[in-house]
């Protein structure tokens, strides 16, 4: 069974992409702060079917300073890691003119400094195991414009630019890094926006709705498997046509 | 297995997996000398961290040494 870590598993599209890597066979090692009871109930049922199939491990991606410890436990719990979906994150939106330091701080912390240190960690061991698979999942705020989420936006830029460089870097290792850019898709962290703001985003979209949570779970489902074996540097967008 | 003789093992099995010509391993052989490149040195790092349990680069002030007496004297430090 393949290990693949998905971080900011235990909710939203993280929740998703471990139920779809579940049903295709892979084993899922999901990471948050807490647990959550639809994380729960999935797993219960992927162990109930495939025992030791699905883990949840609690960890602040914040702390810096711990995730090689992290990594180096992993590796001790469940052997080679396979995939990484870099996942987790948060979404705090306000003018930037006015947005505390210490969120700007938070947002570059976990949005960009702790996914790029997690890989680093475990990108070696990938090349150590004779290759692997990363995805990071930025957002078409990445490369469009949005009023309120500057921030957000470049640590999400941030991690296109890291993708494609650590691909060419790590791809004669046999690692292939890719990312996945989801439009609005409507999750807790997507709850602040209102009713006719949602409408309107899906109005302007090629298929008039907003992608769904499955459907970004598939993309990364098809980075990680073997049909994507050549893919590497890319982006795919999943935003049901917001920026076609 | 004494640190010494794991380290040189890791170059020499990481030389023969990533089709690298090694050079004649000596304390004084500067790193990037030895016919590993720094991925093939990271790929050493990681697989030392499975053997020794240790990885001294990862504090924030460690730096990289230059030559492989420097690198195992790193590990040796490490293990104290
Ligand atoms: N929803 C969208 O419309 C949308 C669009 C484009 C891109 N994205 C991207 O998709 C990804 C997932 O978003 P989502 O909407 O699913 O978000 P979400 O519902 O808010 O879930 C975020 C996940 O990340 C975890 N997390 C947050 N901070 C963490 C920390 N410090 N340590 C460990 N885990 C942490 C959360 O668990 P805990 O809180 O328990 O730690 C949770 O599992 C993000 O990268 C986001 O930027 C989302």
């Known amino acids: 069974m393949r290990n693949v870590v ?55 991606l914040a702390e810096i300073g ?13 052997g080679e890691i396979y995939g990484l979906v870099n996942n987790a994150a948060v979404g705090f939106d306000g003018v930037l003119a006015l947005m505390p330091t210490s969120q700007i701080e938070q947002l570059v912390r976990v949005n960009t400094l702790s996914p790029i240190v997690l890989t680093k960690y475990v990108v070696r061991t990938m090349m150590a195991d004779g290759g692997g698979r990363i995805v990071n999942v930025a957002s078409i705020i990445g490369f469009t414009g949005y009023s309120g989420l ?24 046999g690692v292939n890094v890719n990312a996945v850019a989801p439009g609005f898709v409507d999750t807790e962290m997507t ?38 074996r050549s893919i590497t540097g890319t982006v795919l967008t999943v935003d049901a046509g917001n920026t076609a | 297995m004494s640190v ?25 052989l500067v790193l990037l000398d030895s016919g590993l490149d720094s991925l093939c040195l990271a790929i050493v790092v990681a697989r030392l961290e499975d053997k020794l349990g240790i990885d001294p680069f990862t504090a924030d002030d460690a730096e990289f040494p230059v030559t492989l007496g420097d690198f195992i004297r790193v590990y040796e430090d490490a293990r104290r």
């Open chain 1, 6 to 60: 998905v971080t900011g598993g235990s909710r939203g599209l993280g929740l998703g992409i471990v139920r779809r890597l579940l049903a295709a066979g892979y084993r899922t090692i999901a990471i948050a702060r807490k647990e959550s009871n639809p994380l729960s109930l999935v797993m219960e049922a992927a162990n109930r079917e495939r025992p030791g199939s699905a883990r949840f491990v609690a960890f602040d």
């Open chain 1, 150 to 173: 500057s921030v957000y936006g470049a640590t999400k830029a941030s991690m296109l630019g890291f993708t494609r460089s650590l691909a060419r870097e790590v791809g004669r290792m």
């Open chain 2, 4 to 28: 010494k003789v794991e380290i040189v093992t890791q170059f020499e099995e990481v030389a023969k997996q990533q089709e690298k010509t090694l050079a004649p391993l000596s304390d004084e």
């Open chain 1, 191 to 228: 709850q602040g926006l209102a009713d006719e703001q949602r409408q309107q985003i899906a109005r302007r979209s090629a298929l008039r709705r907003l992608p769904d949570v499955e459907d970004v779970a598939n993309a990364v489902e098809f980075l990680l498997g073997d049909n994507a």
């Open chain 1, 66 to 78: 711990e995730i090689a410890r992290l990594v180096k436990a992993l590796r001790h719990d469940v």
